[in-house]
């Protein structure tokens, strides 16, 4: 490596986030000694792992609000946590920390950076930031603001994620020089606000020594990789009600929709459709919408369709008593019709038949 000392080319964001941090409800103000609640910096960066900063706000202060320690949120129902988390997204965030919370109330808080990485859910990332931020140990955390930051700054080409060895060795000692909480939190704080993948160079303090501004290179680097276009899909989204219970698959105990009830779903794409002007009076729909996820799209139709009494249904799926449908907790998706029954719909125009519908969701 040839980068000039982290101490000395960092120097200048020390008074930089004194003076322009954020408010947030999970920082402390004293950044010199150890935080003074290491379980809410833990919630906090659990849920800050691709979300952002302005969505997770109210999740944390609520979340606080009903889990205020490690020992609450273990002793916590499954149900309760989800439905605290729901709209949050990647669910299996609040699986990992209501199991952290359980090792830690068992066994009080590991005392160094091994322990905290084998906490689940904790990567290198999360168990760093953890250490550095609410223990000061200076371990550095390099997350995507962090690694964007120090790209341009060192002027790095390619991915700067395969340099990642090189940089936590050169920045371990700015942390001990300058504060491990407090130049953690600079750097996430200066990727996130000034140094984005739009930079306002005007108002960064590293400007003067910025490689990649120097250059004329800021829009080119870091270098992005071209994510694959999500796979798409089209899908009827379907609510039963019977006898005063709705139709709804219980939670999966593993997978990316572990802990979430949902509504039964066919393919469009394999299940007949035709005109729904027999069946007008039994089905009820609005209008669709596209399902957005990380690798996927779903074109979502919604319909409702009530019945005189209920079927044995298939395996998974569960009637749930209508009272007990808002706490339950959903994916977004999911809540979103959820919600659009307490909305007038109308006879739909084209919809699988009511007979297919029921016959896909019972026992064999």
């Not at 223990?135 to 341009?152: E, I, K």
């Not at 709705?246 to 979430?260: D, F, I, R």
Request: glycine fraction near 8%; charge should be neutral.
């Amino acid at each position: 490596m040839s980068w000039p000392p982290a101490p000395t080319l960092l120097a200048p964001l020390a008074p930089w986030f004194e003076a322009a941090r954020r408010d947030l409800p999970w920082r402390a103000g004293d950044l010199d000694g150890p935080h003074p609640d290491p379980y809410a910096v833990l919630v906090s960066e659990l849920m800050l792992q691709q979300t952002q900063v302005a969505t997770v706000i109210p999740y944390f202060t609520r979340w606080m609000e009903r889990f205020p320690t490690a020992a609450s949120l273990e002793e916590a129902d499954e149900d309760a946590v989800h439905k605290a988390w729901e709209g949050l997204g990647y669910y299996r965030r609040a699986r990992f920390l209501k199991a952290a919370a359980g090792r830690i109330a068992a066994e009080g808080w590991p005392g160094n950076l091994e322990g905290l990485a084998g906490l689940p859910g904790l990567g290198p990332y999360t168990a760093a930031a953890v250490g550095s931020i609410a223990f000061q140990w200076p371990v550095p955390a390099l997350d995507g603001n962090a690694f964007r930051v120090l790209a341009r700054l060192l002027l790095i080409e390619g991915d700067p994620k395969t340099r990642a060895g090189d940089l936590r060795a050169w920045l371990a000692p700015a942390l001990a020089a300058h504060g491990p909480s407090r130049l953690t939190q600079a750097l996430m704080e200066l990727g996130a606000t000034v140094c984005a993948p739009a930079p306002a160079c005007g108002s960064c303090p590293l400007a003067e020594a910025c490689g990649a501004r120097l250059a004329g290179r800021t829009a080119e680097i870091p270098h992005v990789a071209k994510r694959p276009a999500p796979k798409a899909s089209a899908l009827w989204l379907v609510a039963m009600e019977a006898e005063g219970h709705m139709l709804l698959h219980a939670p999966a105990a593993s997978g990316l929709l572990a802990g979430l009830w949902r509504w039964p779903t066919l393919d469009a794409e394999a299940t007949p459709a035709g005109s729904a002007a027999s069946a007008a009076s039994a089905l009820i729909a609005w209008p669709g919408w596209t399902q957005v996820y990380t690798h996927r799209r779903e074109a979502v139709s919604p319909l409702y369709l009530r019945l005189e009494a209920r079927f044995e249904a298939a395996e998974g799926l569960r009637w749930v008593p209508v009272g007990d449908l808002s706490r339950l907790p959903l994916g977004k998706r999911d809540q979103r019709l959820r919600d659009l029954l307490a909305i007038p719909g109308q006879a739909p125009l084209e919809a699988p038949d009511p007979t297919l519908l029921i016959e896909n969701l019972s026992k064999a």
